[in-house]
C-alpha cells in the first residue's frame, strides 16, 4: 500500500545545532508539504513543492529549508535550531491543486 | 482575507449524544475546497471528507454527516449517536481557489471529549 513516512518519529537536538526531518511518499504524488503543529496554531505551513526542483515558501519558513531532488523525498532542514522551533512537525502529500493532503505520522522535535 | 474559524476549543459530551463542530471559513474564490480532518490522540492526522464549492449537497457517512451551506460561508459536521472514538481533535481547512494552488489553511481545531 503507498504511504507517507517520517523519521525520525522524535528527536530531542540542542540550541544551534542543524536537524534534518525526513520525508518519503509512494503515492507518487507531486505535491509536498511541510507543516508544523503547535497548541493554540492548528497546522501552519513551513514550506512546498510543487514537483522536482520546485520549492516554495509558506507561512512560517523562517529557520527552515527543503530541497526537492526526486518525487518520493522532500526532506525538512533546520539551520541552527531554535527553542521556539519545539513542535510536531507533519508532512503531507497531494496528487494535485486542490487535492486532498495526506499526512505522515509526524515528527515530535524538541530544541533544548 | 482566507481564513477558518472553528469557535469551539472544546467539546464535551455523553456518548450517545449528537454532536456538531461548527466551521465558518473565509475566502473570496468562487472555487475552493472544504476539508475535514481527524486527529485522536494518538496523533496522527486522518482525512474525513472533502468537499468543493459547487457542491453544497449534504454528505452522510454512517454516524457522520456534514452541512455546507456556502450562504453562511460554514461547513459544520455531526457526530451522531457519539462513541468514545470519536474522541479526537477535529480540524477544519479550506482550499482557496487556483491562485493559491495547493495550500491548505486550517482551522485552529476543536477538541472533542466523549464521555462515557
Known amino acids: 500500500d503507498a504511504e507517507i513516512t517520517q523519521s525520525p518519529r522524535h528527536k530531542i537536538t540542542e540550541t544551534g545545532r542543524q536537524v534534518t526531518l525526513a520525508c518519503h511518499q509512494t503515492?507518487?504524488?507531486?505535491?509536498m508539504f511541510w507543516y508544523r503543529q503547535d497548541l493554540g496554531h492548528g497546522l501552519r505551513l513551513i514550506h512546498y513543492?510543487?514537483?522536482?526542483?520546485?520549492?516554495n515558501k509558506g507561512e512560517v519558513s523562517d529557520g527552515y529549508s527543503v530541497s526537492r531532488s526526486n518525487t518520493e523525498d522532500l526532506p525538512l532542514t533546520l539551520e541552527s535550531a531554535a527553542s521556539s522551533q519545539t513542535s510536531v512537525y507533519f508532512c503531507?502529500?497531494?496528487?494535485?491543486?486542490?487535492?486532498?493532503?495526506?499526512f505522515g505520522p509526524g515528527t515530535r522535535l524538541l530544541v533544548l | 482575507a482566507q481564513k477558518v474559524t472553528q469557535a469551539q476549543t472544546e467539546i464535551s459530551v455523553v456518548e450517545k449524544e449528537d454532536v456538531t463542530l461548527d466551521c465558518v471559513y473565509e475566502?473570496?474564490?468562487?472555487?475552493?475546497?472544504l476539508f475535514w480532518y481527524k486527529q485522536p490522540p494518538s496523533g496522527e492526522l486522518v482525512f474525513l471528507i472533502r468537499?468543493?464549492?459547487?457542491?453544497?449537497q449534504n454528505e452522510i457517512s454512517g454516524r457522520y454527516s456534514w452541512n455546507f451551506q456556502k450562504s453562511t460561508s460554514s461547513f459544520n459536521f455531526t457526530i451522531t449517536a457519539s462513541q468514545v472514538v470519536d474522541s479526537a481533535v477535529y480540524f477544519c481547512?479550506?482550499?482557496?481557489?487556483?491562485?493559491?494552488?495547493?495550500?491548505?489553511?486550517f482551522g485552529s481545531g476543536t477538541r472533542l471529549s466523549i464521555r462515557p
Open positions: 503531507a502529500s497531494s496528487q494535485g491543486v486542490q487535492e486532498t493532503q495526506y
Open positions: 503515492w507518487n504524488h507531486n505535491n
Open positions: 513543492s510543487y514537483g522536482v526542483q520546485d520549492t
Open positions: 475566502t473570496r474564490d468562487t472555487t475552493y475546497y
Open positions: 468537499r468543493n464549492s459547487f457542491d453544497e
Open positions: 481547512a479550506l482550499s482557496p481557489g487556483y491562485s493559491s494552488a495547493s495550500k491548505i489553511i
